[in-house]
Structures are given as C-alpha cells and as structure tokens.
C-alpha cells in the first residue's frame, strides 16, 4: 500500500522548481515507489565550498527538498501544508563531481508532524549524507509555528 495521499507526478514536481532554489542548484525529481521519492542536485561549481568539494549545506538544501515535498505529497492540501521544524545531516563521504541521489523514506507521519530519512549517495553508489527532517503539519490559514 502506498503512503501517497497524492500521486507523485515528476512533471509537476520538477515544474514546482521554477524560480526556487531547487532549479538554482538544478534539483530534479527523477522517480518515486509505494515508499520512498527520489531526487538529485548537481554537483559543480553552484553546490561546491572553497575547496571544490559539496558544500555540506548543498546537501542539506537537497535532503530538505525532497523530504518537504514527500511529506506535501502525504497530507490533504485542501486543509493542511509543511512546514520544517528541524533538519540534520551528518555528511559522510566527499563528492567532487556529477549528481548526488537523494531518497527520501518516511519514519513517521503522524497528523501534526512527519520524520522523514533521507539518503544521499554520490554516481558510484556510496553513502555521502544521512540527513533526518522533521516537518509540521498546519491546518491551512494558522502562522506556521514558532521555532
């Protein structure tokens, strides 16, 4: 059984990026299943620190892309919207180049909030970030709340 409440369409989820920084850093939606969403960002001179290497806050922007729109696609937007209450990331592994993949599995969703893991491995497959991103759930026309 799925744990969509919509169906991911990767179209629409990637035209969602315009004009944000998820089409800055060339973020795109690539697939999803019955449990997990899939996206990458690139890897290059835009996510790089001083040092040619991904800047740990690139990834961080990644995990917490993909995870707020997993977790979007889990409540009725007719009544409710995500808002991030908490993101960590430990960063594993230096990536120089290509694409980092970032896949989203969700630990809890509950009604007022969702947990959710998310995984970044670099092209050859390796682990380079294990992030965790706690979202709220606001019923639609409250502030979102205080951090």
């Known amino acids: 059984?799925?744990?969509?409440?919509t169906q991911p369409n990767i179209e629409q989820l990637n035209a969602i990026q315009k004009n944000t920084i998820g089409e800055l850093l060339d973020i795109r939606f690539e697939s999803f299943d019955d449990e997990s969403l899939t996206a990458s960002m690139v890897v290059d001179h835009r996510t790089h620190q001083p040092y040619g290497l991904l800047h740990g806050g690139a990834s961080v922007v990644l995990a917490e892309s993909v995870g707020s729109m997993a977790a979007y696609l889990c409540i009725d937007a007719s009544k409710f919207y995500c808002v991030g209450l908490?993101?960590?990331?430990?960063?594993?592994?230096v990536v120089r180049s290509g694409r980092?993949?970032?896949v989203a599995?969700?630990?809890h969703i509950g009604r007022?909030?969702?947990v959710w893991d998310i995984r970044l491995t670099s092209d050859d497959g390796k682990a380079s970030c294990v992030s965790r991103l706690t979202m709220a759930v606001v019923p639609l026309g409250e502030?979102?709340?205080a951090r």
Do not use: F, K, Y
Request: aromatic residues 4%.
């Open 143 to 145: 502030n979102p709340p």
């Open 112 to 114: 007022t909030t969702q």
């Open 86 to 93: 908490e993101v960590n990331a430990n960063h594993l592994r």
């Open 1 to 5: 059984m799925s744990l969509w409440r």
């Open 105 to 107: 599995r969700a630990i």
């Open 100 to 102: 980092v993949t970032a």
